[in-house]
C-alpha cells in the first residue's frame, strides 16, 4: 500500500510540473531595455538636416512625442496603440502618423504608420543578429552591441545599455548609412541616429565623397523638469 501512495505521489509531482508555467525573468531576457506602459509619454528632440539636389542644406529641430490610447494583451505580451505628434518650436502641434508598440518575451516591434521594425530581440545577447523588417523585400540584419554596457549621452551616464547596429556603412564610394539606435534599461529610447547619404557617383566625382542628397535624423530622449 505504501508503494501505491508513493507512485501516486510521485505522478502528482510531475504533473504539477509539466503543468506550471514559469514566468520569464525579464531582467536577463533584457526586456527592461523596452518597458511598455500605457501611461508614459515618450518624448525626443530631433534634429532633421536635409542634403538637397542643388547643393543646399536644410536644418530643422523640433520635438515627437508618442502619445497611447489604447493598450491591448496579447498572446505573451502587450500592445499599445497611439499616436505620434510633432512638436515645432512655435509650439505648434501636429499628428504625425500612428504608432504601435509590441512587446512579449521573445521581440519588441515598433510600427510607425505603415513601417513596422523589430527593435530588440530577447534574449539581449551580444553579437546577436535578426532580420529587423520581415515585412520588406530584402532582409535587414540588426545586431546587438555592447550589451548591458554603461553610455554616455550628453550630461548624462546610463549605467546599463544596449546599442542596436541597424547599419554602419561608412567607407563605401557610393553611399554612406549609418542607423543605430540607443536603448536604457526602464527607460527604452535614449538616442537614434539615422544617416543616409548618396554620393556623386559621375566620373569626376567618384569616390571624392561628394553629397548629391540625403537625410540625417538624430533623436534624444527628453525628460520631464
Known sequence: MRRYLILI???????????STVA??????????FPINFQNVDRYSVEEINYNNDGTIDT????LQDEWNDSIAINGGVK??????????????????????????????????NSEEIKLSFPV????????????????????KQAFQSYEL?????????????????????????????YAADVGLIYRISSRIEFCRDTECLGLQEIEFGKTIIMRKEFDD
Do not use: H, M
Not at 520569464?24 to 531576457?29: A, F, G, K, R, Y
Not at 497611439?82 to 504601435?100: A, E, L, M, N, P
Not at 550630461?155 to 554602419?168: A, H, K, L
Open 9 to 19: 505521489s510521485l505522478i502528482i509531482v510531475f504533473t504539477s510540473c509539466e503543468n
Open 24 to 33: 520569464p525573468n525579464e531582467e536577463i531576457l533584457g526586456l527592461q531595455f
Open 60 to 63: 530643422s529641430q523640433y520635438l
Open 80 to 113: 499599445l496603440e497611439g499616436y505620434r505628434f510633432q512638436i515645432d518650436q512655435d509650439g505648434q502641434k501636429s499628428i504625425v502618423s500612428t504608432i504601435v508598440k509590441t512587446r512579449t518575451s521573445k521581440l519588441a516591434k515598433l510600427k510607425v504608420g
Open 125 to 144: 545577447l551580444e553579437d546577436k543578429s535578426w532580420n529587423g523588417t520581415p515585412e520588406e523585400f530584402e532582409d535587414d540584419l540588426f545586431t546587438i
Open 154 to 182: 550628453g550630461d548624462s551616464i546610463y549605467e546599463n545599455t544596449v546599442q542596436i547596429i541597424q547599419e554602419d556603412n561608412q567607407d563605401s564610394i557610393s553611399n554612406y548609412d549609418q542607423r543605430i539606435e540607443v
